[in-house]
């Protein structure tokens, strides 16, 4: 694309600043780089010229006047981006300031291996495109987020507990036919954290986000950056253990969390109260759907279930516990929580809160603020986009 | 000092080049510097006729002729460096570039407040200086690390529970009429973590460094940089639960691994062993000195008593079960320890490493090194003295 061309650092850095400032006046722009405010308005005046910005419309301000924002220009083309979890995926295709054009969810098993998702990842990205009436031509970057570690570098995927059908597997090489445009990879929860520090502009600088689904994992955001860790398995919560002479995890050790309040451990928790004859609720969907499912422990909560209440309470205690020595280590300002299980409802979340205040040091949580991600379950899909981008306008730099 | 004065910001940045990177040849400079050979030649000229640089002598090179290395100028004036733990203190006179001139170490008791023992650091330091045939004069920054949560900013201790008397205490205020060079404190394992980061001249991006001592704490360096947490708390791992039916903690909470496997928990154990006849060698150091100290529990292990080494191992196995959980969320190269606890010798070290190897997702420790602190109990000191310095520039470049 012609227009990116030449581009000096100081005019990409303020692309980046755009980028991560979405709904930014130009004054305060000028006020954000590193440029004075004639230099910016100036650098700013090319990149309209060139097409690589444009203006957002009248933002009301504090003043008299009304100023213009800016934002990437929708013409540079689309990004696709797909958040897979271990029982469903959702994908999505977005413009460069994050604007979701077209998107579908459903469900799905990562376990059946790559080659089966993906070939239905690739047919949904071909149909969203379809319906945003864009062409594979226009998708400028990929962005995808996987339950499992991923080596960032390579793109793929190293001993996931969750998926080992798919160690090892070059995701980037397996969608390289369908689309030229560059594939990143990274962790699903890396990336609902890189949703939430766009949303937050870059307000905030050390954040935890927390997923609860199939499994359990953190995203961390540190000195405003997601940190990775030096092996790319930082946030691998799942496995830190609450009770010694707990259950055998997949993983091999005994007590980890994630086998004592992620989904699966919600389900099996509700079955073990139907044989106690706790729950008749519980023991009628049973009856009539054979099985109990996480959703259906969240519903009889919800319904006002002593049995699924408690149930929710010690899952949420017990993740709390683990949470309050993350608290402890690493003295965050928030904890935002997403993943399937917070639809559980508020008892879910009062319960992680007493839990994590309850055990970690008060210095620690004088001002920690723990609250249910504000971009829900479209985080991981934002921040499969913003990874994209992100990384999109850092290949243009390095070109 | 005229020397500094109107110094650019690419000089003070070659400055600090030059702090983080000592015994660095002026080539090897050059490339870790933003600037060219020719002009990173230039700016050193220009910083050595300042007297900022002053030349190390040769260094052996590779190749044949041999490479002159640089370091800050001892003439800028010398460091003074303190490093207060909860049962002793240690003080020092260092060079620009971390030579130590001058230093004593002592016992000291911090809970019989600020200023009882900062008169006696004033007093010691005075000496120092003597002894290194330096004056107040020659003072450009101290530094001094105290065993408690401090905030950054304002150099004051904040709710610390070691040290009660300290709380909101401000240790700049208090020594201010004595020296005119500016002041900086920090929590005693932040500047462990930042002499190792010196001593390894970042060359490490992510790594923990843990004090076992009175108390437990974690310095953590991240992306590179000491990492202090939203609120100054982080690291604070003393008080993550390892039993949550173990005894009180003085901080109120059940079951802190600090309560459960540091220095004093250490020598209850060893009294606890005492009185169910365990131990003929203990009780013969009780029975001689009226008491048990956690030192008299490490040599009665290194003497291969049966009872010390199994209080050696239930602690090293405690700790190391913490550090578990800080090894799955962080995911760091290295853990170094270090604190009075570490002379216990090596049983100490092999039961934490296996006990975090134990209980560690395998993807975290595959490149994980657990080693004794390299710089030893002088990690405290140095990184002290590191901190002086390091601020002292950027104070100079705030200018």
């Known amino acids: 694309m012609n227009r990116w061309n030449g581009l000096s650092p100081g005019e990409l850095a303020l692309l980046d600043t755009v980028f991560w400032s979405t709904g930014l006046s130009r004054d305060a722009l000028a006020r954000r780089s590193a440029f004075s405010k004639t230099r910016a308005n100036a650098v700013v005046a090319g990149l309209l010229e060139r097409g690589l910005l444009e203006e957002n419309g009248l933002q009301s301000s504090s003043g008299g006047r009304r100023a213009e924002t800016l934002r990437l220009h929708r013409g540079l083309g689309v990004l696709l981006a797909a958040d897979l979890g271990a029982t469903g995926l959702r994908v999505g295709v977005l413009t460069p300031d994050m604007q979701v054009l077209a998107r579908h969810v459903e469900s799905?098993?990562?376990?059946?291996?790559?080659?089966?998702?993906?070939?239905?990842?690739?047919?949904?990205?071909?149909?969203?495109?379809?319906?945003?009436?864009?062409?594979?031509?226009?998708?400028?970057?990929?962005?995808?987020?996987?339950?499992?570690?991923?080596?960032?570098?390579?793109?793929?995927?190293?001993?996931?507990?969750?998926?080992?059908?798919?160690?090892?597997?070059?995701?980037?090489?397996?969608?390289?036919?369908?689309?030229?445009?560059?594939?990143?990879?990274?962790?699903?929860?890396?990336?609902?954290?890189?949703?939430?520090?766009?949303?937050l502009q870059r307000s905030l600088h050390n954040f935890l986000v927390i997923k609860v689904g199939t499994g359990i994992g953190c995203g961390i955001v540190c000195q405003g950056q997601v940190y990775r860790g030096a092996t790319g398995s930082a946030g691998d919560v799942g496995h830190i253990c609450v009770d010694p002479s707990g259950p055998r995890c997949h993983c091999g050790n005994l007590g980890c969390v994630e086998a004592m309040a992620a989904g699966p451990a919600i389900a099996l928790m509700a079955r073990a109260a139907v044989q106690a004859g706790e729950s008749a609720l519980l023991a009628e969907t049973l009856a009539s759907t054979g099985t109990i499912r996480p959703e259906d422990v969240a519903r009889a909560s919800r319904a006002g279930d002593a049995a699924a209440n408690a149930i929710v309470q010690r899952a949420g205690g017990l993740i709390g516990q683990m949470l309050a020595s993350a608290v402890n280590f690493f003295n965050p300002s928030h904890i935002f929580f997403g993943g399937s299980m917070m639809r559980i409802g508020p008892l879910f979340l009062a319960s992680l809160r007493q839990s994590i205040y309850q055990r970690s040091l008060a210095l620690s949580t004088r001002q920690l603020e723990i609250q249910i991600s504000p971009l829900g379950e479209q985080s991981g899909l934002i921040g499969a986009a913003v990874l994209a981008m992100q990384e999109t306008l850092r290949m243009k730099g390095a070109a």
């Open 108 to 199: 799905a098993d990562v376990r059946k291996g790559p080659e089966f998702v993906l070939a239905r990842v690739r047919a949904l990205l071909r149909q969203l495109l379809e319906q945003a009436g864009r062409s594979t031509h226009d998708v400028i970057g990929i962005g995808m987020g996987v339950p499992g570690p991923v080596n960032f570098e390579s793109g793929q995927l190293v001993n996931p507990p969750l998926m080992p059908e798919w160690d090892g597997f070059s995701i980037r090489d397996d969608l390289k036919a369908d689309f030229a445009a560059p594939l990143f990879v990274d962790n699903d929860v890396n990336i609902m954290a890189l949703g939430e520090l766009w949303r």
